[in-house]
């Protein structure tokens, strides 16, 4: 099955700065999300992005698709950006998500 | 509109009982996926269900189980359990209709077994 893999694991900024977490896949995939873990453990959608880029206020994520990867960009971090920072992808329409380990954001102020 | 709705929130066992942990998608949602979540694994997949039948399953044991229902709710269920069950189960609703699709989460149910 595809594997997902997440990079930084950890990350630590100060408030304001900005950061990219990438998420490289195995295999192509046509079904990806990013999500925010909050400290209670719910998983926040942030993008559905197979492909392209996409921007909601101070986060954007790119995918590119035909290399296997996606990023995610954090702009003027604030420390309710803290968090566990998930993608997950798919490559057929019937085949569950398979998430990568994470990143650990924290942000300092 | 209403978001995915677990029940219980919060639970305790003991080793040898078993647990019945219950997902309430989003409404018009057909698919319901369990995962399952422990510091030292990660957010593995359990299974998913799509209009009362089970489409995917995950690499866990017989005493994992689960079904939905005909409104679309779905139940799991862990028979005997194991000091290594302890976890958050998170389920997630999507349409469905052309596979996965967009998942959206519940708050989780947060499982101790003792």
């Known amino acids: 099955g595809i594997q997902v893999e997440q990079s930084p694991p950890d990350l630590i900024l100060q408030e304001g700065a900005n950061s990219t977490l990438r998420c490289n896949f195995s295999d192509s995939v046509n079904n990806l999300q990013w999500f925010h873990q909050n400290p209670w453990g719910q998983l926040i959608n942030l993008f559905y992005i197979p492909s392209g880029t996409k921007q909601n206020g101070r986060l954007s994520a790119t995918t590119v698709a035909t290399e296997r990867y996606s990023l995610l960009y954090i702009s003027s971090s604030q420390t309710t950006d803290s968090g566990v920072y998930f993608c997950?992808?798919?490559?057929?329409?019937?085949?569950?998500?398979?998430f990568g380990k994470g990143t650990r954001l924290s942000v300092i102020a | 509109k209403a978001g995915v709705t677990q029940t219980p929130r919060y639970l305790i066992k003991t080793r040898g009982q078993q647990v019945t942990l219950s997902c309430s998608p989003i409404?018009?949602?057909?698919?319901v996926s369990w995962y399952q979540q422990t510091p030292g694994q990660g957010l593995q997949f359990l299974f998913e269900?799509?209009?009362?039948?089970?489409?995917n399953k995950g690499n866990f044991p017989g005493r994992f189980s689960g079904r939905q229902f005909s409104n679309s709710r779905s139940e799991m269920n862990v028979s005997t359990l194991e000091l290594g069950d302890s976890a958050l189960y998170l389920c997630?609703?999507?349409?469905?209709?052309?596979?996965?699709?967009?998942?959206?989460f519940g708050e989780g149910s947060r499982l101790t077994v003792l």
């Open positions: 997950a992808g798919g490559n057929s329409g019937n085949t569950p998500l398979v």
């Open positions: 269900y799509f209009s009362e039948t089970q489409r």
């Open positions: 409404s018009g949602h057909r698919s």
């Open positions: 997630a609703s999507s349409l469905g209709n052309r596979g996965t699709g967009e998942l959206f």
